[in-house]
């Protein structure tokens, strides 16, 4: 319960799919079009396998127990693209029945790139040992929570603290500081102390356990939080903690399922729920009034998630009838989205815009699979592949994992994915992206 560290599996271990059509290679590296990687149906007997000539890495990783929601943590790496890679992440648990939960705070290193994994497999050392700092490995240290995590969401401002806010299902939210599992992480010691830390602000206001949670990236410390009863709380920093609102949004009539402060407008907000509808809110309107803009029927059933693009005014939502929208801002308020893609056979579970590239997006959804999609590919037409029809804009499809809850890009490694589902989390980084 208290830490752990592990040797992660790599990619060729995996129950991964990421199938590419070999006939064709020569054909895409000469005409520069990016590539389309699709899964074949299995036969009676068959089992998803990683092509790794699709992947630059791609490596798999369990907690102690499943971690539905995760968040990636800034560092002080800075900016990078090289190898090997290192990461830190937090999750939080929805342990079995009888089971403890926890925040788990994750330090993932030395991950190397397939092709240089390869070189070290095929040369001859003289004692076939792996160099102890070339090893690949996965380090915990946990602090104990009351009850599952629904959702988990790292604030993007730190200082001397590290803030996490957790939605519990038992209807509360906390915030940590979790420094000091940060700090552990760096030590060989296992601290017990480490998992003995108590929320340094809880909130139970709420009337319902919710989802909908996330930290404003242009005013430190602000935060929002959304319920399963509609109603939606503004949280404002004060010197040692929050006030959080009393007066609440509650315009939508159903679930808040998710909620995406803009990233460049320090006041405003959007929201998507249960009730098939998407609004977009100012803070400094009475609460009744800051509902700006409402799409009543964004999806055909509820709208789970929603992204809001760094550098262009879009904002990408997905819903429970497998489709995902893009929206433009200067448009939406006429409830026609931009563009419409259909290729997931079951709900949206997570989406989101790549840090840098304004054009690409990250989607995952209960069909088990991950798509990575380009706007920047005009045609209109569908591409065949396999005698099946898909959207050229479709990039990529990755496999292999059971329930895949969320998935987020690295906000300072280019092109790293991370996803969680209910059996493993995985990293990895496509030759397409």
Request: overall charge negative; glycine content about 6%.
């Amino acid at each position: 319960m208290m830490g752990e560290e592990q040797v992660i599996e790599e990619g060729e271990d995996m129950n991964e799919a990421g199938e590419k059509e070999e006939d064709a290679d020569k054909e895409e590296e000469t005409s520069g079009v990016p590539k389309t990687y699709l899964p074949k149906d299995l036969k009676a007997g068959e089992e998803l396998v990683p092509d790794m000539s699709a992947y630059e890495m791609l490596y798999h990783f369990r907690a102690r127990a499943s971690c539905l929601s995760f968040d990636v943590l800034k560092d002080r790496l800075g900016a990078r693209s090289g190898y090997p890679v290192t990461a830190y992440m937090v999750s939080g648990t929805q342990a079995d029945k009888g089971k403890k939960n926890s925040v788990v705070v994750m330090k993932i290193s030395n991950l190397e790139k397939e092709v240089d994994r390869e070189d070290e497999k095929d040369s001859d050392d003289d004692d076939e040992e792996e160099d102890e700092d070339k090893k690949q490995v996965f380090k915990t240290r946990e602090l104990y929570h009351a009850g599952g995590v629904n959702r988990i969401r790292a604030c993007p401002q730190s200082d001397a603290r590290t803030f996490v806010a957790t939605w519990s299902d038992k209807g509360k939210v906390h915030v940590y500081d979790i420094a000091p599992q940060l700090a552990a992480l760096e030590t060989e010691e296992d601290n017990k102390d480490v998992a003995k830390v108590k929320p340094f602000y809880t909130f139970g206001g709420h009337v319902e356990e919710g989802y909908g949670m996330d930290w404003s990236p242009t005013r430190a410390g602000y935060m929002l939080t959304g319920d399963c009863t509609r109603h939606i709380h503004l949280w404002t920093p004060r010197e040692s903690d929050w006030t959080v609102s009393q007066t609440t949004y509650s315009q939508h009539t159903d679930s808040v399922e998710d909620l995406q402060w803009s990233p460049n407008e320090e006041h405003v907000f959007a929201s998507c729920s249960v009730d098939k509808s998407i609004r977009i809110w100012d803070d400094r309107a009475p609460v009744h009034k800051a509902c700006m803009i409402a799409v009543p029927d964004a999806h055909e059933s509820d709208v789970n998630v929603i992204h809001w693009n760094r550098n262009e005014p879009f904002i990408a939502s997905g819903g429970d009838d497998g489709v995902v929208k893009i929206w433009d801002l200067r448009q939406i308020q006429s409830g026609q989205h931009a563009a419409l893609f259909k290729h997931h056979t079951g709900p949206i579970t997570s989406i989101e815009w790549h840090p840098t590239d304004s054009s690409v997006f990250a989607a995952s959804g209960e069909d088990n699979q991950i798509s990575l999609w380009d706007l920047g590919v005009e045609s209109s037409e569908p591409v065949i592949i396999e005698d099946q029809e898909v959207p050229p804009q479709l990039l990529f499809i990755h496999q292999g994992q059971e329930e895949i809850k969320e998935v987020h890009w690295h906000p300072h490694v280019d092109g790293v994915l991370m996803s969680t589902a209910c059996d493993a989390f995985n990293i990895f980084r496509t030759i397409s992206v």
